[in-house]
């Protein structure tokens, strides 16, 4: 009995941290319909030979980007639907706490067609330097490259580009991973790139491991070769995973000056590509090659304030099935080759967890963490997880085949899950203030993006949700503390600054970020960076730009963006 | 000669064979601090419980089978330990504690891993762990495990679970429809291996007699099947049990087995155990 009890006590701490009220400080209030913003997802339909479980292969699709088409210094939003005849959504920001739909006449909306596939996420970046973002569209098809025309417009130039590919893929990021001043791509691939999801030739298209599978889509790296054309350099510098990737994002992890890959990846381990100079990458072994989990999205956050870039990926967890966890690996690359995976509690467990992105959501000097959950909502009182656990422990020759699948029905799967909103408390640990902070859908999250939409100094939360509306969190109350936004532009980088990696000293710490190449689960946040500083003054700010050159800046005023150019 | 190999040690090869593989192909463990965590209870825990109560130190072969199995088959909420060295001390002090007519019930870490998941599901989850899906490292493991369950005479429990099991797969498949692959995958699976090889025959907590045996893992497939139907009909009550049909199907029926066979013995004239 006594044994029963202590199990009993034990898990009932499983939840973790408690809420204190009095840290609550995050202040989020849900104002899509209020700003204009009235996107709905739409998944994909598939071919009817894997009819039984589409709501399982087709949940995924629902993708936020933060963009800035005309460089007006306000952000504006691009989402994706993933449905044939359904429109992708540009919402241009009109200043005043307002958005508008203009991606038809942008000519962004049409992308998801029989034939030429749906789209499945989106990357933005000046590829061609000629001071306007581009776009690039991950999908369930071929991919495509639309080139900002800088009025408004955007003109299709994938086939120009060499970038006319049939893909399964979920993502994709910006890098210059040459560092020659061109932005090149890397796509991740999810499904295997022969299988055309309305056209089945086989129904032998999923993963034959839930562990370590190979068998997956294969990412490909594209050079920018300059003049509007890229070059598929994958094989040559070694980073064509075949793990079933879902997400990827760039940074220098190790210090050595040069962009590092890394991928989250379904069904399998995730991968550090460390960049040797541009030359080739490695894959590094960092403590990453055995966990494997169910790698959803990966996000890059200074967790605690060291200068260094640790990781979030998250996982799935689901009570009496599965503990996979969250992964927080904290960065020891320099000393110890390796990451550390701290995730317990709150942290770890958030259910079946999809995008997450860092931020200062309270402008406290903390980077906190906001994880979108929940797979499939249906049936509230039908579950796919047993029917689902028959399969999961079988031979991976089983359950490769689809038709072995048992059939979903109407169940859920992990479904009517919450958002977390991760408050970070430094050395106490991150709390989970999502109630208290406002934020309560129970949509199926998928993308998570931040940006200080409004322009007021604090960070605001956008959740793409899979068939169903978007969600704009409006930050409060919360931002009380000193902030500095940074705007990069770069000129013997990129012009997107993407890769720019900067450091802020404030108080007796110092906080990194890199700008945004893409990140999350088919994300991307607003390439202006934002320090909170609490109550602290900036002191001086290190920025090593995409090309190597190292810029030190002292003095800037605290409580506004300043926007940098490279020097010459 | 190999026939005079106490049968636990054929069972010790096992299952570090079981370890060995799956950590150096698929770091199964999850961490050494886990076998460290649950090896070590378990061992002191048999020290110290058969010093002070049976007044000599046990063989350790069993505690040995026992932390290994409870390694591998826990699979708690990330970065938690107490789930390890919890049910290393509740498998070990089952042992002492629920037993009848000097033998217990259950098998050790049938008993642990079956009330945490009961009682503990916020925290702990079974085998989340498939060893990579990979038929070479199954068969091996299938291979090696047949050809030991028959040196330790076991063989007849093994196959006449694998027996009931694809039997009664078939019924829940006629009854449930969908695919048929998909009744019968469960049992392809490292869980099963486990549960096969290391629990469902355990000599020192399956009945007397060879016909007994094969009649209670008989019952223990069906009592497993009615909780998979459970699972398919989605019956809210029994969503604990369909988590884990068949350690939970074991440890609700081997008890009551056990007890029984204990007292019918004990009713004979002769008092002896028809042990074959």
Not at chain 2, 251 to 263: E, R, S, T
């Amino acid at each position: 009995m006594a044994a029963v009890v202590a199990v009993v006590i034990l898990n009932g701490r499983a939840g973790g941290s408690a809420v204190p009220s009095a840290a609550a400080s995050i202040r989020l209030h849900e104002v899509a319909s209020a700003t204009g913003i009235d996107f709905v997802h739409q998944s994909p339909t598939l071919d009817p030979k894997v009819q039984h479980i589409a709501p399982h292969i087709a949940a995924l699709g629902a993708c936020v980007s933060v963009t800035d088409i005309n460089n007006d210094n306000w952000p504006d939003l691009y989402f994706t639907s993933s449905r044939f005849g359904a429109a992708n959504a540009l919402y241009l920001n009109q200043k005043d706490g307002t958005f508008r739909n203009v991606a038809g006449q942008a000519g962004v909306a049409a992308l998801n067609r029989a034939g030429e596939g749906v789209s499945m996420g989106a990357v933005w970046g000046d590829y061609d330097n000629d001071g306007f973002e581009d776009l690039f569209v991950s999908k369930w098809g071929y991919q495509q490259l639309l080139r900002n025309l800088g009025n408004g417009t955007f003109a299709d130039v994938t086939a120009a580009a060499g970038l006319r590919r049939w893909m399964n893929s979920n993502g994709a990021v910006w890098l210059d991973f040459d560092r020659d001043g061109l932005l090149d791509l890397y796509v991740t691939g999810y499904f295997r790139s022969d299988i055309d999801f309305w056209n089945l030739r086989s129904t032998r298209i999923m993963q034959h491991s839930w562990e370590f599978a190979t068998n997956g889509g294969k990412n490909l790296l594209f050079k920018n070769l300059g003049l509007g054309r890229f070059q598929d350099v994958t094989d040559s510098l070694g980073v064509g995973s075949t793990r079933w990737t879902l997400a990827a994002a760039s940074a220098d992890f190790n210090d050595d000056g040069w962009p590092d890959l890394y991928l989250a990846n379904d069904y399998g381990p995730e991968e550090l590509y460390l960049n040797k100079e541009g030359r080739r990458f490695e894959l590094a072994r960092a403590g990453l090659q055995d966990d494997s989990k169910s790698g959803m999205a990966v996000t890059i956050g200074d967790v605690y304030n060291r200068g260094r870039h640790d990781v979030f990926v998250t996982n799935i967890s689901e009570k009496g099935f599965l503990f996979q966890g969250n992964n927080l690996r904290v960065n020891f690359l320099k000393e110890l080759d390796r990451f550390d995976e701290i995730a317990s509690g709150v942290v770890a467990d958030a259910g079946w967890a999809w995008g997450a992105q860092f931020g200062d959501l309270n402008n406290d000097g903390l980077l906190d963490l906001v994880v979108a959950n929940g797979f499939i909502s249906a049936d509230s009182t039908r579950s796919y997880w047993y029917a689902m656990s028959k399969i999961a422990g079988a031979q991976g020759n089983i359950f490769e085949d689809a038709r072995n699948w048992p059939a979903i029905g109407k169940a859920s799967l992990s479904g009517f899950e919450r958002s977390r909103v991760l408050m970070n408390r430094g050395a106490d640990g991150f709390v989970d203030v999502a109630e208290e902070s406002g934020v309560t859908d129970r949509l199926d999250g998928r993308a998570v993006a931040m940006a200080d939409l409004f322009n007021r100094g604090a960070l605001d939360v956008i959740i793409a949700n899979e068939n169903a509306r978007a969600l704009i969190y409006r930050n409060a109350d919360s931002a009380r503390g000193h902030w500095i936004g940074l705007k990069l532009v770069g000129s013997r980088s990129n012009r997107s600054a993407i890769g720019a990696d900067v450091t802020v000293e404030f108080g007796n710490v110092r906080q990194r970020q890199v700008v945004d190449g893409g990140s999350g689960f088919c994300s991307q946040n607003d390439r202006r960076l934002h320090f909170g500083l609490g109550m602290a003054r900036p002191g001086r700010v290190l920025i090593r730009w995409p090309s190597g050159r190292e810029q030190t800046l002292e003095g800037l005023k605290v409580d506004e963006l300043h926007v940098i150019t490279e020097p010459a | 000669m190999a026939s005079a190999i106490d049968p636990r040690y054929l069972i010790v090869f096992l299952i570090t064979l079981v370890l060995v593989l799956g950590e150096a192909r698929y770091g199964i463990l999850g961490g050494y601090d886990r076998l460290a965590t649950t090896l070590g209870i378990c061992l002191i825990t048999e020290i110290a419980l058969s010093w002070w109560i049976r007044g000599r130190v046990a063989n350790l072969a069993s505690a040995y089978i026992t932390g290994i199995s409870l390694a591998l088959l826990t699979k708690p909420q990330a970065n938690i330990l107490w789930p390890f060295a919890l049910g290393a001390f509740l498998a070990i002090a089952s042992k002492y504690v629920l037993t009848y007519r000097g033998r217990h019930l259950w098998n050790p870490s049938n008993f642990a891993i079956a009330l945490m998941v009961l009682v503990a599901s916020d925290s702990v989850a079974i085998l989340s762990h498939q060893w990579g899906n990979d038929l070479r490292i199954n068969l091996i493991i299938w291979t090696f495990g047949l050809v030991i369950a028959w040196r330790a005479k076991v063989l007849h429990v093994t196959l006449a679970y694998v027996a009931c099991f694809i039997v009664l797969a078939l019924i829940r498949n006629a009854i449930v429809g969908g695919p048929l692959l998909a009744e019968l995958a469960p049992i392809t699976g490292p869980m099963y291996q486990l549960f096969v090889f290391f629990m469902v025959t355990d000599p020192r907590t399956t009945v007397s007699t060879r016909r007994g045996r094969i009649i209670v893992v008989a019952i223990v497939a069906l009592v497993e099947a009615l909780m998979r139907l459970a699972g398919d009909f989605q019956l809210p009550l029994l969503r604990p049990f369909y988590v884990s049909p068949p350690i939970l199907a074991l440890a609700l029926v081997g008890p009551i087995a056990m007890w029984w066979d204990l007292w019918r013995t004990a009713r004979r004239p002769d008092g002896q155990t028809a042990r074959t």
